[in-house]
């Protein structure tokens, strides 16, 4: 089976801009989470997806959101982007609840 | 609050050297636990995990832990560490419900030859 996969794989953006992020899970898998990673604040969960649900979000503002499709692929979307969004967002897919989370190779955003 | 600790934030072993890394979390029950690793600039890749049963659980390339309900600890352990190990190691646990993981902040493990 194909692993996680993210795309794109880096991004830069300018201050104010909004970012849109792609994650397809592995096949079968319905479950799709997202982390941040920062070297000052480490992984941090963003918010977890299943069937199209958010079933779990993070301490993070309003300005990050996300989605699921049908076909379990997510987005997540940052919206008026800041410095200290620079970071490298990972997407895990999970094939149900309390699972094994599976990690994608991850966005490097940097954000200027 | 329900946390994960990771007590050492770099570890420096010679090739060949045995290897423990810690992991304690602060949870009420017993949570499911996880050890991943991440090399430079890719994502995390799963070493093993402990959900119950046997409290010594195997992983990949060599790795095992321990899970120790007194000492709330589930420590990594390698018998004989290889350069390709350097890497960063995070444990993270489940404490409960639905699929949010809570990570430790790291061990950055550097292997001298």
């Known amino acids: 089976k194909a692993g996680v996969t993210q795309t794109p794989r880096y991004l830069i953006k300018t201050r104010g801009q909004q970012v849109t992020l792609s994650c397809s899970p592995i096949?079968?898998?319905?479950?799709v989470s997202w982390y941040q990673q920062t070297p000052g604040q480490g992984l941090q969960f963003l918010f977890e997806y299943f069937s199209e649900t958010q079933r779990n979000k993070g301490n993070f503002p309003g300005r990050f959101s996300g989605r699921q499709f049908s076909n379990s692929r997510s987005e997540m979307n940052v919206s008026t982007l800041e410095l200290g969004d620079s970071a490298l967002y990972l997407c895990?897919?999970?094939?149900?609840?309390?699972?094994?989370?599976?990690f994608g190779p991850g966005t490097r955003l940097t954000v200027l | 609050a329900q946390s994960v600790t990771q007590p050492d934030i770099h570890i420096t072993v010679s090739e060949g050297a045995s290897l423990e890394l810690r992991c304690n979390y602060s949870y009420g029950a017993t949570p499911y636990l996880f050890w991943y690793v991440q090399s430079p600039g890719q994502g995390l890749q799963l070493l093993l995990k402990?959900?119950?049963?046997?409290?010594l659980v195997q992983g990949i390339k060599g790795f095992e832990a321990e899970f120790k309900r007194s000492q709330s600890s589930f420590n990594l352990r390698k018998p004989s560490v290889h350069w390709s190990d350097a890497a960063e190691y995070f444990c993270?646990?489940?404490?409960?419900?639905?699929?949010?993981?809570?990570f430790g902040a790291g061990t950055r493990l550097a292997v001298h030859p």
């Open positions: 402990y959900f119950s049963g046997d409290t």
């Open positions: 895990a897919s999970s094939p149900g609840t309390a699972d094994t989370q599976y």
């Open positions: 096949s079968g898998h319905r479950s």
């Open positions: 993270a646990a489940y404490p409960g419900g639905y699929n949010k993981l809570i």
